[in-house]
């Protein structure tokens, strides 16, 4: 079985790629770090304010893969303050 989240992401006050990237490369490093998921950004490459960024994990039990991206999307949510988390979903196949 195959686990993904996606979360859509708001960063207020970016002014250049380069910042936006800036911002979001620590929070995927400690996502990678912590819940050993892998991490990447998807979506909305070329726009200052916004991200999108996958995380994936595979296993054999699909409520084990459920409450394990639940608790990161949990993380981001308490711990990530450059910004807002617009929108996030999970999906097991």
Sequence with gaps: ????????????GCSSLKEKRGRIKPLMARLRREFNV?????DLNDKWQEAVIGCAM???DAAHL????QSVAKWVH???????V???????L
């Design 58 to 60: 595979i296993g054999n």
């Design 66 to 69: 459920q409450q394990s991206m």
């Design 38 to 42: 892998s991490v990447a950004e998807m």
């Design 86 to 92: 617009l929108d996030e979903k999970i999906e097991i």
């Design 1 to 12: 079985m195959f686990a993904t989240l996606t979360i859509h992401l708001h960063l207020p």
């Design 78 to 84: 308490a711990n990530w303050e450059d910004g807002q």
